[in-house]
């Protein structure tokens, strides 16, 4: 972190607690949503959550410290994607490489994650309030008993809602889904339940783990500066991805990151959508014209050839 953003933080950590300032923050941040809502709202956005143990280092903070910042950041990310009208979102959670790291801090992360998971379905009905459903993708027979057993509980109570979906990919890798579907697609031929000609480029994104639910990822989101997908979303990135490599730390990436993300997205895909507006409305009076005059302008013969001369 620079001196600038440290300063700024610190200082907006000072003021925000001063009466009237946080409901004046609050009142500019529905101005905010209501400006993005009146253009065009991705669909799919998926974040990478990168940077909690940069940011307990900087801060010189308990590694654990630093997790449980992160977790209080998603939850200010979710709500926000929420109120702009995004349907789904995906986080990376826990990546099948993660289980190389230290056994105490996978056992934090794994604690952290079901805490926050139940904090959201239960204790302040937030999932209830915004209609939110949480579904985990990810393969989850690496995932300790006990541990399945509680995110299990949090799907099943949030299973009802259908308006906004929170992905958690845990744990998860692209290289991982992809087997998986490859898999079970031979296990469905194997026993006929589909023939070897059927298997085409949806049945394969039907056996992800998504389930052929979501669809593509319109902005992929990845904080603290690495310039690397870490095995992460391959196939969900299409040709019309939006892939944000910001040097923010997601601890600190909230509100108005995720805001300001949206928004660049919505800016360029409003330019997008005119562009094509004109192109169809180009293409359509050429069609008109030929229509008008049943011989086409290229088989037109050509103008007599006239000479001018001086009197």
Known sequence: ???????????????????????????FKDFLVKVLQTGPIPNHISFVM?????????????????HRRGADA????????????????????FSIENFNRSKGEVDTIFELLVSKLAYIAEDNQFCKAKKLRVKIIGNRTLIPPKILRDIE?????????????LYVAFPYTSRD????????????????????????????EDNFYYEGEAGKVDILVRTSGHTRLSDYMLWQC???????????????YQFYSTWWTVFKWSYYKTLQIEDAEVMQTKKIGR?????????????????????VTRE
Not at 184 to 204: A, H, M, R, W
Request: glycine content about 4%; aromatic content about 4%.
């Open 1 to 27: 972190m620079n001196i600038l953003s440290l300063l700024s933080t610190t200082i907006w950590n000072a003021t925000i607690h001063i009466p009237g300032v946080e409901y004046a923050d609050g009142l």
């Open 50 to 66: 990168d940077g909690n143990r940069t940011f307990a280092k900087n801060n010189s903070l308990p590694l654990k410290e630093g």
């Open 74 to 93: 998603l939850l200010k990310v979710i709500e926000c994607c929420i109120n702009l009208g995004i349907n789904n979102m995906t986080i990376y959670a």
């Open 153 to 165: 509980d949090v799907e099943r109570k949030t299973n009802e809602f259908t308006e906004h979906t």
């Open 177 to 204: 889904d992809i087997t998986h579907s490859v898999q079970t697609i031979i296990s469905k031929v194997s026993k006929g339940k589909i023939l070897p000609e059927q298997v085409n480029e949806k049945l394969i």
């Open 238 to 252: 299409h040709q019309d991805s939006v892939i944000e490599l910001c040097n923010t730390l997601w601890p600190e």
């Open 287 to 307: 069609s008109e014209v030929q229509k008008r005059y049943k011989t086409p302008v290229a088989k037109l013969p050509h103008p007599p050839q006239v000479s």
